[in-house]
């Protein structure tokens, strides 16, 4: 059989580390499925494993996650420039959320009279001949580029991967044309060892005194983190430095990753940019962060020691963004964190300022102060007299009733903090939030993540067959493509459970109209009046179980009493290797209109 480029792409990625290609496919792949057919027979033990996606959101998501949990690039075939249009928002969370991963898409033939194997042979082949069908996702991508010959397809997949796996981690996007694809070429491999990713950057030793003197000099020390967590040992280090430094807390203001532990006194949960602990303190760290405070409405204080340590301080696809820092630095977190904790542990003036009488009074204080934030979050998992109930409860008896290994993929929007507060994630890698501003990511990413934690559990093998849960907002559930992510779940038994957080409507848009007219006339409107209601609401759970062809788990709930034997079934579903959604209607605190406001402010 002739060897063509095709068939040198997928060796190229299976060499670098591809296990899977989540696709969606169309005229201009018939090479492609060519050199599937091959591979999979010649080669069945390492040909990356095929999974078919009826939607390109949810195979860009599938990726995203399943590179979310272990930093293994995978790999999204879509069809020329309508498939790359479909990824959509799911691009724009690959970007934002750094996840590693490798995007073909095919090209129109750029022959029409048969000069060439695979010239033109339908219609739709001029309707989706485009100028620049890079341009699309381009802003968006660490890297994109043509495959123009066969004979270099190789080099240019590692070179994209290369850009992909070196931080800041994000998309990579490769296009070809069916003549390109087609193309007979001679067998041959690449040294892998030569496409390593950049290693990384670490303080110079003047950053490292600098921060470490202003950290144990400060009364009120405070490192706000966002994606910090992504690498796993990360957390460990962040932790030697909250217990090297009395009074120091920890601010997760991006919820992407699980970045410091619930159980340490510490943490002070996830919020979006607002929190009191930002005004008062008068030294920040900010530590892998993309929006650290929002100056409208939180901001430091004038006086605020401020350092930034970052592998993009300059947050270079942000055209607005600046933070007073006094110092910035492109540094790996966990290689500056490490140095900085080799300066506290070994400057014996910096240990005696640590162990001063001042120093203990903070850390007495700091372990008050976390036992009042847990009474307060325990307060609010409660059921109201009628028996209705908010997301605190219901999240609650979620975490109750999953495994201790469950990992957390989160994308409940106005929600997150209440499922923060509840979840109270202490694992690395056990709670993983979008990154980005394109709703629909949890559902594909769930099945993504779950296919990581059954075939490698994960950074360094943690988590390996890890209940996976999704907690979703209604919206966004719909954002998602359901249709699409519980067919494929169905399809090659992936199974996940579902919690949809059924508020009947979008209450984002709601929040974002008082904060800019909060005494305007549509402030007082119903979600009806200013059209963000879903009611009368879908069967969320029925969607799914019909996407599923039956083979679901379905449960609805709106009273506390039903609550717990829909949970335990959904959980027993799942645990026997069927997918599971509860549609948890929401009545009580912290449901409709997402109350309980200043519970989330401090």
Request: charged share 20%.
């Amino acid at each position: 059989m002739p060897y063509t480029t095709a068939d040198a792409f997928f060796e190229a990625i299976w060499e670098a580390g591809v296990t899977h290609c989540f696709v969606n496919l169309g005229s201009d792949h018939p090479s492609i499925l060519e050199a599937m057919v091959k591979g999979q027979k010649s080669h069945p033990e390492t040909f990356p494993r095929i999974v078919t996606c009826p939607n390109e959101m949810v195979a860009l998501s599938m990726a995203d996650g399943y590179a979310r949990l272990t930093s293994k690039p995978q790999c999204v075939i879509v069809h020329v420039d309508v498939g790359t249009q479909a990824l959509s928002s799911a691009v724009h969370n690959a970007s934002c959320g750094r996840a590693p991963v490798l995007i073909f898409a095919g090209l129109s033939p750029y022959t029409l009279e048969g000069e060439h194997l695979g010239s033109r042979t339908e219609y739709i082949h001029w309707v989706q001949d485009v100028p620049d069908q890079q341009s699309i996702v381009r802003q968006y991508c660490r890297y994109s580029g043509e495959i123009k010959t066969g004979r270099n397809v190789k080099q240019l997949v590692n070179r994209a991967l290369s850009f992909a796996k070196s931080q800041p981690q994000g998309p990579v996007y490769l296009c070809a044309a069916r003549e390109v694809l087609g193309m007979e070429i001679e067998p041959y491999h690449l040294r892998q060892d030569f496409w390593n990713p950049v290693e990384p950057a670490a303080l110079n030793p003047r950053a490292v005194e600098t921060i470490s003197q202003d950290l144990v000099n400060a009364k009120e020390p405070l490192v706000v983190t966002g994606y910090s967590g992504r690498n796993h040992d990360t957390v460990g280090e962040l932790v030697r430095l909250a217990d090297s430094v009395p009074g120091l807390r920890v601010l997760d203001c991006g919820g992407s990753d699980m970045s410091f532990p619930a159980d340490h006194p510490g943490w002070l949960s996830l919020r979006y940019g607002v929190h009191d602990a930002i005004k008062t303190a008068d030294f920040i760290l900010v530590l892998d962060a993309d929006v650290c405070w929002i100056p409208t409405q939180c901001k430091p204080r004038a006086d605020a020691t401020i350092h930034h340590i970052d592998v993009d301080p300059l947050k270079q696809q942000m055209p607005v963004y600046y933070i007073p820092a006094l110092s910035r630095h492109c540094a790996d977190s966990f290689t500056a964190l490490t140095q900085l904790n080799t300066h506290l542990a070994t400057s014996s003036l910096l240990q005696s300022q640590l162990s001063s009488e001042p120093a203990r009074h903070r850390k007495e204080a700091l372990l008050k102060s976390y036992q009042d934030r847990l009474s307060i979050i325990a307060s609010l998992a409660q059921p109201a007299a009628d028996g209705t109930f908010g997301t605190s409860y219901l999240v609650s008896r979620v975490r109750h009733h999953c495994p201790p290994d469950t990992i957390w993929s989160v994308e409940a929007v106005t929600n997150s903090g209440f499922v923060a507060d509840q979840i109270q994630a202490t694992r690395p890698g056990s709670f993983i939030n979008c990154g980005g501003g394109g709703l629909g990511w949890s559902g594909g990413a769930s099945l993504g993540i779950k296919l990581a934690a059954e075939r490698e559990g994960g950074k360094g093998g943690r988590g390996k067959g890890a209940f996976v849960c999704q907690i979703v907002g209604d919206g966004t559930f719909l954002f998602s493509v359901p249709g699409s992510v519980y067919w494929i779940a169905a399809r090659y038994d992936i199974p996940i459970l579902t919690i949809v957080l059924n508020n009947r409507g979008w209450n984002a848009p709601r929040q974002s109209l008082l904060l800019v007219h909060p005494s305007g006339a549509a402030a007082a409107s119903t979600n009806e009046d200013i059209h963000i209601s879903f009611a009368p609401t879908p069967d969320y759970s029925g969607i799914a179980k019909a996407a599923a062809g039956g083979k679901l788990y379905a449960g609805i709930a709106g009273r506390a009493e039903d609550l717990e034997k829909v949970l335990e079934e959904a959980v027993r579903s799942v645990k026997a290797g069927v997918s599971a959604v509860v549609d948890a209607h929401l009545d009580g605190p912290q449901g409709k209109y997402g109350g309980e406001k200043a519970a989330l402010v401090g």
